[in-house]
Every structure is written in structure tokens, then in C-alpha cells.
């Protein structure tokens, strides 16, 4: 350091970025055997690990009415035994070469994976074929996960951001919509399902030609092909079912809902509407929009309420992306005498991203972390692997990928604003706080100037 | 698995360590000081803390929010946490972003005091309150977190008290505090810094002189009591604590041997066969075949001083009495306790865990993290490359000589949460039905 007058203790200015570097995301090839099964392989060598996922066109967009929960309880009992082995042999099979299998369903897909030590790979793919192909659903499984969903249920009602989060969506969609209800099902639909409705599901779905095994890691495409032949080349299935029943319109009204928790000392707030299917060609201009309104820590919502405010430890908002209209939502947890307050200043962000078009600075910020942050998202090979699974759910271009970051440097202030008029409904949003009726209520009428409901955890309406 | 690491140490006491990795154009920057809240005085409960969220609110160079906005603006994802023995704080950017990364760390370890203000500290306060509600006051079970701790350690230990700090603290916590712990804590000597992911060598040892060599040493933190503590508690400890839940829950924590020490890789494996995954002992007994259980998994804290803690956590089926649960658990601990575990399930565990050790080599941030973790504790970052040998040579022996000296009812403390009076949550019909064999 020099040592003249200035201080030897002055701080270096900040620094300029050096050239990037190139980065591409990893390439990935595609092959499908004769009966329809799809294969995505993308080789990444840097350690000796593979995940797999096994994505099956079978999510709870598929259910029937009446069935909700079937799919995300069919998933689970994939793993409660196949080829002869019951569950806990299955489970021991799989940990003992070192590696955990998950099964689940979402909304639109049901996936089986797992990352392996690549020397392990081959035993973990058998395995996989075996729940996926020979499942067996024993009675007394079948009954245990029902009773384990109806514990889970039980839970989340008393954890006020998951009641939050469950009826926000009851709140959103109309009651006939399969949105409306929790992807794992109610209390009421769990109890009505049995084996017979588990296999039929399994039957009508579980489908060589409606399942992609993707792999990504230590695997090359050769290997990756011959193994899935020997595995699943001789599976044979029925017609893979059609595309899945669009969603129920949503209510075009504003509302707002207390959920009451007597003497809660924090308000767990949802506001939102019906958002977009993902394939939505507004899809980048409307990611944008969301990073500047409450999508990034220095978002507007977060800024105002954590950092100007200290009503919160953490505000956001997010679209949920399915296949089809998922929810918008932003959604924080505020102390219970700030609701009205903390309210208001969200409302004003909204109207405030319809009116007036933002800075460049604002559009930059967003756009330079979506485009920089890129690379850091595919480290690892699970991450890998969900990326080349949503492009098989969304049924995205194959290029998708690679044209990403230049997609989100093209969005413009103006088409910011444009999403944000189209895409936020000031007029529809439903307002749901799971908190302390008798310390919120009159401070929400006050910050939205509409009526408020009080209803308790089942939804039902009680004296305000 | 073996990664390469350098270490050097600045003159002014930084510890540096660094790991080459030119797969991605990604770097991480990682910055441990070995303080937490185990060095909080008395009536400052939960100031580590809310001094970490401090440390995000600018310095001399860096405006009020501006931390996270150039991180991101720069593509980069950042954050800090505060643990008992340690405070970090963390960015992973675009490799060309390096030096910003740097630069930040560097303006707030040398320059923070000038960006301090009583209306920045007043906010961060509300922040940190709202996170302790958010996270324990309104959270189902939400206070074993300080719980748990109280009741394993005793009160004159740096580890038995709160770590997100009462109200009361918090409410305390003066700018004089700030200046006071930023002095005494916030110093090179007290830190390490690791680098990993797509860097040059040498550039990077001029960036690191550049931006820290001017920082002055500190002047030494006070020594923490001692922290030794006997191998058992000596006693079954019990607590119940009703809360607004509507299963019960048992959190039950032995004291086990250091973080680090080779007793601890034994425990750490005997932790893995009682309740890692659904393979596990816990899992396999109380939630599959018995179904008094909702959920069973087990863990250790890691600490490195004094004691760790071994704990089990076990959520009830709805018709489960406390009685049954405690008792299930109780005995499958004395069945560990007096007769061992198999070769078997060491081989299960040991399985498992190396996979994880893997697995969590993969990205560049959590690499710098353990590096950092390994600097920090025990001056030697390349202990992450002989993790896997030290679990590896744990044999079923080992795991059993831990279980008798640790596993006894003599050392066995137990949080159980249970369903408070009139809880609005419960539906008896429901309960009766999820309850169901």
C-alpha cells in the first residue's frame, strides 16, 4: 500500500468483473426404445456420481374426481414392494449399495430418483425396474401410508404457514377444480382410497410410452441405452392416456379470509390469484416481472417490508408453474400488529408494477442475476436431471437451455410492464392470514377496504 | 474422493484455503469467524446473531442493502448463518466476479463501524424478532431449538443458552454492543477464508493480499470457560412441554463424544444405523412395523468443544400415548445399549454416508463451506479428504464400545412436546381415523 497522506486503512474501490468465461449447459442426447419409453442422457464427469429419475406422466392432474391423493399415494407404494421383495427389503436393497430412492408425484408428473455411485448405477436401475414395473401394493402398506398421509394432514393444520398455504389455494381456485385441494389429497378423499383404486391408477399410467428415464452424471449414452434396454426394453404397456383436463376457471372476485389462530403472534399472509401454464409465451417477461416485484431478496415486496419496515423476517412472491394456470402468490409472515400495515404496502407494490413502467436499473438487476446466477443452478447432477425433467413435463425446445440467458437479457422495461398489467389482477386477489382475529381483522378491512370473512381451520365460517 | 486444497496463512493472521476446480466458471467465497453464540455475554442472548444480520446492512464502501444487490446484480447467490461455535458468511458468483466477492468480504471485516446506525440496528432487531417467531414462537415444536440445548447443557455452559436470543436480549442490543463484538471478534485472526471452484492461482493470491493484508490482527477474544464436560449427563433429564400441536413429539439427546474426535465417527455411525433414511433402526421398527411413529430420525449436532449431542426425533401416530412413545424409544436405545448393533448395518451406514460425502463435493459453495469447517475447527481444511477413511475404518466394535458408555439410561435427556389442553387443532374423529391400523 502506498503511504501517502490518504490513510494506509482506506478501502480499495470496487472492483470491475473480468471477462466471463463461456459456459454452455451440459449437452444432453435422446433415444427411445420401440416401446415408447424415453431415454435423456446428459454426461457429467466431474465425480463419480449419476442420478436418475424415472418421470412418469402420472401426477395428480391425472386423478379422478373423487380420488384425490391416489397419485402421490400410489408413487410412495412403488417402494413398498416389487419382485418379491417387500418394503423393507426393497429399502434395504437400495441402502446397502449406498443410496436412497424417492418416489413422489406432483401436480403433473410422478418421478422415482435416486443418485448413485456410478459403479452402482446398475443394481440401482434394476431395482428401479422392478418397483416401476412389477409393483405389488400390499394391503397392509396401502393402509399405513393412507394413515401416515391422514397424520401429515393433521400436522400441517396446525403449522400455520402450511394451513396458510392450504387454504390460499382453496381460496384461489373454484371448489371443483383439483387446484383447490392439496396435490395429496383431503382428509375426506385419502379415506376413500383403496388398493383396487391405487392399482387401477397404476394400470391406466404407468406406461412404457408415458415414462422418460433421465440420467445425468458419470454415465455415457451408450451405457446409459444398453442398460435401459436390458431393463426395460420388454415392457410392455397399453396406450399411453391422453393429455390431462385443463383446470376449473378461477372466481374473478377479490376476497379476504382470516383463518383464526387464537393469539398467534405472527400473521402468516398469502395474497395472490390464478397465475399461468408454464408454456405461457409471456413466460420470461413474466419471471422478470416477478424478480423485481417480489422474486429476489432485493425485490420491491422485500425491500419495503423487511428492510424499510422490520415488519418481517422475509416477503416474496412467486408463480407457480404446472402445466396448467398454478397460482401466484406472494407470501410472507408478519408480526400480528402489523397485518393491516404490511397488507397495504404489498397491495401498493402490485398497483404500483401495473402503473408506472420501472428503471433500467431496476430491469438490469433482475436480468443480469437471472442470466449470471445460471450456471451456479447445474452444479450438481440432481440439479441436472430435475432441469432436463421439466423440459420433458413442459415439453420445452430442445434448445430451451441454451437459448435461456439470451431470452431473459431480451426482456425490456416495457414488457415488464406489460406483464405486469396483463398478468397481476389487482381486482381478483384473494387475501388469506392464518393469525389472531381478534388483532387483524379490523386493521385488514381497513388496508383492503372489503369484507372479511373469518373462517377456522376447516374452513368453516365462525362469528368474526 | 480427494480434492486439492493450499492453505497460507496472511501476517496479519488469515487463514486462507484454497481449491482449484475449473469444471464450471464458478467460484465461491467463504468466510468463517470463529465466534458464535457461545461467546455472548450475559443478558445478550442472541447476539451473534443479529450481528450477522448486521454485517449485511453496508460498510464504508457498500450502501444500506447494497451487499445483496451487488452479489446478485453480479449473478452470484449469497447468504451468512450463525451457529453455537461459528458465524459464515458466503457468495458464490461468476468466476470473473471474484474480486467483488472479495472486495465485499474485505470492506466489511476492515470497515464496518462507519456504516453502523442506531435506525439500521432498530430494524434488524424487528427482522431478527419476526425470525424468531416466524421460526420457533409460531412453528409447531418451533422451540426445541432452545429447548434442547437448556436442557443438555448445564446453565453455566456457552451451549445451554439461546442462540436466537429472548426478546429481552435482543431489546438490549446497543450500538456500543456492535463496535464492542466487531472488534473483538470480527478480526483476520479470528477468521478463515476459503476460495473453491474456477480461479487462478495466482490471481488469487494477489487479490487476497490486495484486499486483506491491510486489515489489522486483533487484539485476542477472551477464552471461553471451559467447556468439559463428563461423558453421561449422570441422570435421565425429562421434559414435557405442552404446545399448539397435534402429535407428539420426543426429542431425546446423549451427550456423545467431539466433533472430529475418532470416537465421534463411531457415534456419528451409530447415529446413521439408529435413524438415517428408512433403512434405519427407528424407522424401520416404530414407523413401519409398529406404526406408533409418524416420522424417526436421528442426528448429531457436530460440536466440537466440551460434548456433541447424539439426538433422536420422534413424531407419534395420532393414537400413540406419550407413554408408548417414550417407552418404544426408550427401549430400542437399551437394546443398542446392551447389545451392540451388526456388522450389517454398519456396512448399511457406512454406505450411505459415503455417497452423502460425495454427493456433497458436487457444487463449489458447499466445498468452500467445508473447508472452511475443517480450517476453522481444527487448522487442517485437508481433513475433508480423509472423512470417507475415517468412516470407513469403523467397525461394529467401535460402534458398540460407544453404545455402552453413552447409550445408557444414565445419559438420556428427553424434550417431549405434547398436545396443550383444548388445542383447537384437534378433531377427535380425525385423529381416531389417521390413528387406524
Given at each position: 500500500?502506498?503511504?501517502?497522506?490518504?490513510?494506509?486503512?482506506?478501502?480499495?474501490?470496487?472492483?470491475?468483473?473480468?471477462?466471463?468465461?463461456?459456459?454452455?449447459?451440459?449437452?444432453?442426447?435422446?433415444?427411445?426404445?420401440?416401446?415408447?419409453?424415453?431415454?435423456?442422457?446428459?454426461?457429467?464427469?466431474?465425480?463419480?456420481?449419476?442420478?436418475?429419475?424415472?418421470?412418469?406422466?402420472?401426477?395428480?392432474?391425472?386423478?379422478?374426481?373423487g380420488e384425490a391423493g391416489v397419485?402421490a399415494l400410489?408413487?410412495q407404494?412403488?417402494?413398498?414392494?416389487?419382485?418379491?421383495?417387500?418394503?423393507?427389503?426393497?429399502?434395504?436393497?437400495?441402502?446397502?449399495?449406498?443410496?436412497?430412492?424417492?418416489?413422489?408425484?406432483?401436480?403433473?408428473?410422478?418421478?422415482?430418483?435416486?443418485?448413485?455411485?456410478?459403479?452402482?448405477?446398475?443394481?440401482?436401475?434394476?431395482?428401479?425396474?422392478?418397483?416401476?414395473?412389477?409393483?405389488?401394493?400390499?394391503e397392509r402398506e396401502v393402509s399405513r401410508l393412507r394413515n401416515e398421509r391422514l397424520a401429515e394432514i393433521l400436522q400441517q393444520r396446525a403449522e400455520p404457514g402450511a394451513l396458510a398455504d392450504e387454504q390460499f389455494a382453496r381460496a384461489?381456485?373454484?371448489p371443483?377444480?383439483?387446484?383447490a385441494t392439496p396435490a395429496g389429497g383431503t382428509a375426506a378423499s385419502v379415506r376413500a382410497l383403496t388398493r383396487?383404486v391405487v392399482?387401477?391408477?397404476?394400470?391406466?399410467?404407468?406406461?412404457?410410452?408415458?415414462?422418460?428415464?433421465?440420467?445425468?452424471?458419470?454415465?455415457?449414452?451408450?451405457?446409459?441405452?444398453?442398460?435401459?434396454?436390458?431393463?426395460?426394453?420388454?415392457?410392455?404397456?397399453?396406450?399411453?392416456?391422453?393429455?390431462?383436463?385443463?383446470?376449473?376457471?378461477?372466481?374473478?372476485?377479490?376476497?379476504?379470509r382470516v383463518v383464526a389462530k387464537a393469539d398467534a403472534p405472527q400473521s402468516e399472509?398469502?395474497?395472490?390469484?390464478?397465475?399461468?401454464?408454464?408454456?405461457?409465451?409471456?413466460?420470461?417477461?413474466?419471471?422478470?416481472?416477478?424478480?423485481?416485484?417480489?422474486?429476489?431478496?432485493?425485490?420491491?415486496?422485500?425491500?419495503?417490508?423487511?428492510?424499510?419496515?422490520?415488519?418481517?423476517?422475509?416477503?416474496?412472491?412467486?408463480?407457480?408453474?404446472?402445466?396448467?394456470?398454478?397460482?401466484?402468490?406472494?407470501?410472507?409472515?408478519?408480526?400480528?400488529?402489523?397485518?393491516?400495515?404490511?397488507?397495504?404496502?404489498?397491495?401498493?407494490?402490485?398497483?404500483?408494477?401495473?402503473?408506472?413502467?420501472?428503471?433500467?436499473?431496476?430491469?438490469?438487476?433482475?436480468?443480469?442475476?437471472?442470466?449470471?446466477?445460471?450456471?451456479?443452478?447445474?452444479?450438481?447432477?440432481?440439479?441436472?436431471?430435475?432441469?432436463?425433467?421439466?423440459?420433458?413435463?413442459?415439453?420445452?425446445?430442445?434448445?430451451?437451455?441454451?437459448?435461456?440467458?439470451?431470452?431473459?437479457?431480451?426482456?425490456?422495461?416495457?414488457?415488464?410492464?406489460?406483464?405486469?398489467?396483463?398478468?397481476?389482477?389487482?381486482?381478483?386477489?384473494?387475501?388469506v392470514v392464518v393469525g389472531d382475529p381478534t388483532?387483524?381483522?379490523?386493521?385488514?378491512?381497513?388496508?383492503?377496504?372489503?369484507?372479511?370473512e373469518v373462517v377456522n381451520a376447516d374452513g368453516a365460517e365462525v362469528a368474526a | 474422493?480427494?480434492?486439492?486444497?493450499?492453505?497460507?496463512?496472511?501476517?496479519?493472521?488469515?487463514?486462507?484455503?484454497?481449491?482449484?476446480?475449473?469444471?464450471?466458471?464458478?467460484?465461491?467465497?467463504?468466510?468463517?469467524?470463529?465466534?458464535?453464540?457461545?461467546?455472548?455475554?450475559?443478558?445478550?442472548?442472541?447476539?451473534?446473531?443479529?450481528?450477522?444480520?448486521?454485517?449485511?446492512?453496508?460498510?464504508?464502501?457498500?450502501?444500506?442493502?447494497?451487499?445483496?444487490?451487488?452479489?446478485?446484480?453480479?449473478?452470484?447467490?449469497?447468504?451468512?448463518?450463525?451457529?453455537?461455535?461459528?458465524?459464515?458468511?458466503?457468495?458464490?458468483?461468476?468466476?470473473?466476479?471474484?474480486?467483488?466477492?472479495?472486495?465485499?468480504?474485505?470492506?466489511?471485516?476492515?470497515?464496518?463501524?462507519?456504516?453502523?446506525?442506531?435506525?439500521?440496528?432498530?430494524?434488524?432487531?424487528?427482522?431478527?424478532?419476526?425470525?424468531?417467531?416466524?421460526?420457533?414462537d409460531n412453528q409447531p415444536y418451533g422451540t426445541w431449538?432452545?429447548?434442547?440445548?437448556?436442557?443438555?447443557?448445564?446453565?453455566?455452559?456457552?451451549?445451554?443458552?439461546?442462540?436466537?436470543?429472548?426478546?429481552?436480549?435482543?431489546?438490549?442490543?446497543?450500538?456500543?454492543?456492535?463496535?464492542?463484538?466487531?472488534?473483538?471478534?470480527?478480526?483476520?485472526?479470528?477468521?478463515?477464508?476459503?476460495?473453491?471452484?474456477?480461479?487462478?492461482?495466482?490471481?488469487?493470491?494477489?487479490?487476497?493480499?490486495?484486499?486483506?493484508?491491510?486489515?489489522?490482527?486483533?487484539?485476542?477474544?477472551?477464552?471461553?470457560?471451559?467447556?468439559?464436560?463428563?461423558?453421561?449427563?449422570?441422570?435421565?433429564?425429562r421434559e414435557v412441554v405442552p404446545d399448539d400441536v397435534v402429535l407428539s413429539r420426543l426429542f431425546?439427546?446423549?451427550?456423545?463424544?467431539?466433533?472430529?474426535?475418532?470416537?465421534?465417527?463411531?457415534?456419528?455411525?451409530?447415529?446413521?444405523?439408529?435413524?438415517?433414511?428408512?433403512?434405519?433402526?427407528?424407522h424401520?421398527v416404530l414407523v413401519r412395523d409398529r406404526q406408533i411413529a409418524a416420522d424417526a430420525?436421528?442426528?448429531?449436532?457436530?460440536?466440537?468443544?466440551?460434548?456433541?449431542?447424539?439426538?433422536?426425533d420422534v413424531t407419534a401416530r395420532p393414537q400413540t400415548t406419550t407413554d408408548q412413545l417414550e417407552s418404544a424409544v426408550?427401549?430400542?436405545?437399551?437394546?443398542?445399549?446392551?447389545?451392540?448393533?451388526?456388522?450389517?448395518?454398519?456396512?448399511?451406514?457406512?454406505?450411505?454416508?459415503?455417497?452423502?460425502?460425495?454427493?456433497?463435493?458436487?457444487?463449489?459453495?458447499?466445498?468452500?463451506?467445508?473447508?472452511?469447517?475443517?480450517?476453522?475447527?481444527?487448522?487442517?481444511?485437508?481433513?475433508?479428504?480423509?472423512?470417507?477413511?475415517?468412516?470407513?475404518?469403523?467397525?461394529?466394535?467401535?460402534?458398540?464400545?460407544?453404545?455402552?458408555?453413552?447409550?445408557?439410561?444414565?445419559?438420556?435427556?428427553s424434550l417431549l412436546y405434547v398436545p396443550k389442553e383444548g388445542s383447537e387443532s384437534m378433531h377427535e374423529t380425525e385423529l381416531a381415523e389417521a390413528g387406524a391400523r
Amino acid at each position: 500500500m502506498s503511504s501517502d497522506h490518504t490513510s494506509i486503512n482506506a478501502p480499495l474501490p470496487r472492483p470491475a468483473p473480468t471477462a466471463p468465461r463461456d459456459y454452455s449447459f451440459p449437452r444432453f442426447e435422446r433415444h427411445a426404445l420401440a416401446n415408447g419409453l424415453q431415454l435423456v442422457v446428459a454426461q457429467v464427469t466431474k465425480l463419480p456420481l449419476v442420478t436418475i429419475s424415472a418421470v412418469v406422466d402420472a401426477g395428480a392432474a391425472r386423478e379422478r374426481s373423487g380420488e384425490a391423493g391416489v397419485a402421490a399415494l400410489a408413487a410412495q407404494l412403488l417402494l413398498e414392494g416389487a419382485a418379491g421383495l417387500d418394503g423393507a427389503a426393497l429399502v434395504d436393497r437400495f441402502e446397502r449399495i449406498g443410496t436412497s430412492v424417492d418416489a413422489h408425484a406432483e401436480w403433473d408428473t410422478a418421478t422415482v430418483t435416486l443418485t448413485a455411485l456410478s459403479q452402482r448405477l446398475p443394481e440401482a436401475l434394476t431395482l428401479v425396474r422392478d418397483l416401476l414395473r412389477a409393483p405389488v401394493f400390499p394391503e397392509r402398506e396401502v393402509s399405513r401410508l393412507r394413515n401416515e398421509r391422514l397424520a401429515e394432514i393433521l400436522q400441517q393444520r396446525a403449522e400455520p404457514g402450511a394451513l396458510a398455504d392450504e387454504q390460499f389455494a382453496r381460496a384461489v381456485y373454484v371448489p371443483t377444480a383439483r387446484y383447490a385441494t392439496p396435490a395429496g389429497g383431503t382428509a375426506a378423499s385419502v379415506r376413500a382410497l383403496t388398493r383396487d383404486v391405487v392399482r387401477a391408477f397404476y394400470q391406466e399410467h404407468y406406461q412404457p410410452a408415458s415414462t422418460t428415464i433421465v440420467f445425468a452424471g458419470d454415465i455415457s449414452m451408450s451405457d446409459a441405452t444398453s442398460l435401459a434396454e436390458r431393463l426395460f426394453g420388454d415392457w410392455r404397456g397399453g396406450e399411453s392416456p391422453g393429455a390431462a383436463e385443463g383446470i376449473d376457471s378461477s372466481p374473478a372476485t377479490s376476497l379476504v379470509r382470516v383463518v383464526a389462530k387464537a393469539d398467534a403472534p405472527q400473521s402468516e399472509v398469502r395474497i395472490g390469484h390464478v397465475g399461468l401454464p408454464r408454456r405461457h409465451p409471456d413466460y420470461f417477461d413474466v419471471t422478470v416481472m416477478n424478480a423485481v416485484l417480489g422474486g429476489l431478496f432485493s425485490s420491491r415486496i422485500n425491500l419495503n417490508l423487511r428492510e424499510a419496515h422490520g415488519y418481517t423476517y422475509g416477503a416474496f412472491s412467486a408463480f407457480e408453474w404446472r402445466r396448467a394456470a398454478g397460482p401466484f402468490m406472494i407470501h410472507t409472515a408478519v408480526k400480528s400488529d402489523v397485518t393491516g400495515a404490511a397488507v397495504r404496502e404489498i397491495l401498493n407494490e402490485i398497483e404500483g408494477m401495473r402503473t408506472t413502467e420501472i428503471g433500467e436499473t431496476e430491469l438490469t438487476l433482475a436480468t443480469s442475476y437471472l442470466d449470471g446466477v445460471f450456471p451456479i443452478r447445474y452444479e450438481t447432477t440432481n440439479a441436472i436431471a430435475a432441469a432436463l425433467a421439466n423440459l420433458v413435463i413442459h415439453d420445452l425446445p430442445e434448445d430451451y437451455y441454451d437459448r435461456y440467458r439470451g431470452r431473459v437479457r431480451g426482456v425490456t422495461t416495457a414488457g415488464v410492464l406489460q406483464a405486469a398489467q396483463r398478468h397481476l389482477h389487482p381486482e381478483q386477489l384473494r387475501i388469506v392470514v392464518v393469525g389472531d382475529p381478534t388483532v387483524i381483522s379490523e386493521p385488514l378491512r381497513d388496508a383492503t377496504r372489503g369484507q372479511v370473512e373469518v373462517v377456522n381451520a376447516d374452513g368453516a365460517e365462525v362469528a368474526a | 474422493m480427494q480434492i486439492p486444497i493450499e492453505t497460507f496463512t496472511l501476517p496479519n493472521g488469515l487463514f486462507v484455503t484454497l481449491s482449484e476446480d475449473h469444471t464450471a466458471p464458478i467460484v465461491a467465497v467463504n468466510l468463517w469467524y470463529h465466534v458464535g453464540s457461545a461467546n455472548e455475554r450475559s443478558g445478550r442472548t442472541g447476539f451473534a446473531h443479529l450481528f450477522e444480520h448486521m454485517l449485511f446492512q453496508g460498510s464504508a464502501s457498500v450502501g444500506a442493502n447494497e451487499h445483496f444487490e451487488l452479489v446478485q446484480r453480479a449473478g452470484g447467490t449469497l447468504n451468512g448463518s450463525t451457529w453455537l461455535d461459528r458465524t459464515n458468511y458466503f457468495e458464490t458468483v461468476p468466476s470473473n466476479q471474484l474480486e467483488l466477492a472479495l472486495w465485499l468480504e474485505a470492506n466489511r471485516m476492515g470497515y464496518l463501524l462507519p456504516a453502523m446506525t442506531q435506525q439500521k440496528l432498530d430494524t434488524q432487531r424487528d427482522v431478527v424478532q419476526n425470525e424468531r417467531r416466524w421460526s420457533m414462537d409460531n412453528q409447531p415444536y418451533g422451540t426445541w431449538w432452545e429447548r434442547l440445548p437448556a436442557l443438555a447443557f448445564p446453565s453455566s455452559h456457552p451451549f445451554h443458552h439461546s442462540l436466537i436470543g429472548s426478546m429481552a436480549d435482543l431489546d438490549a442490543a446497543s450500538l456500543d454492543d456492535i463496535s464492542q463484538f466487531f472488534a473483538t471478534y470480527y478480526t483476520p485472526d479470528n477468521a478463515v477464508l476459503s476460495i473453491a471452484g474456477d480461479f487462478e492461482r495466482d490471481v488469487a493470491h494477489q487479490l487476497i493480499e490486495r484486499h486483506f493484508a491491510s486489515i489489522p490482527r486483533g487484539a485476542g477474544k477472551p477464552a471461553l470457560p471451559d467447556m468439559t464436560l463428563p461423558p453421561t449427563l449422570g441422570r435421565s433429564l425429562r421434559e414435557v412441554v405442552p404446545d399448539d400441536v397435534v402429535l407428539s413429539r420426543l426429542f431425546l439427546a446423549c451427550r456423545s463424544p467431539a466433533f472430529g474426535s475418532d470416537e465421534y465417527y463411531a457415534a456419528s455411525v451409530c447415529g446413521a444405523i439408529l435413524g438415517l433414511r428408512k433403512g434405519s433402526r427407528l424407522h424401520r421398527v416404530l414407523v413401519r412395523d409398529r406404526q406408533i411413529a409418524a416420522d424417526a430420525q436421528a442426528f448429531t449436532y457436530d460440536l466440537t468443544k466440551g460434548s456433541d449431542l447424539l439426538v433422536l426425533d420422534v413424531t407419534a401416530r395420532p393414537q400413540t400415548t406419550t407413554d408408548q412413545l417414550e417407552s418404544a424409544v426408550h427401549d430400542m436405545l437399551d437394546d443398542v445399549h446392551q447389545h451392540g448393533v451388526t456388522a450389517d448395518e454398519v456396512s448399511r451406514a457406512i454406505a450411505l454416508i459415503e455417497t452423502d460425502l460425495v454427493i456433497s463435493l458436487q457444487s463449489a459453495g458447499d466445498r468452500a463451506d467445508k473447508l472452511s469447517l475443517f480450517a476453522t475447527y481444527f487448522g487442517d481444511p485437508s481433513l475433508v479428504n480423509v472423512q470417507a477413511d475415517k468412516y470407513r475404518a469403523v467397525t461394529a466394535e467401535r460402534v458398540n464400545a460407544f453404545a455402552r458408555a453413552r447409550l445408557g439410561r444414565d445419559n438420556r435427556a428427553s424434550l417431549l412436546y405434547v398436545p396443550k389442553e383444548g388445542s383447537e387443532s384437534m378433531h377427535e374423529t380425525e385423529l381416531a381415523e389417521a390413528g387406524a391400523r
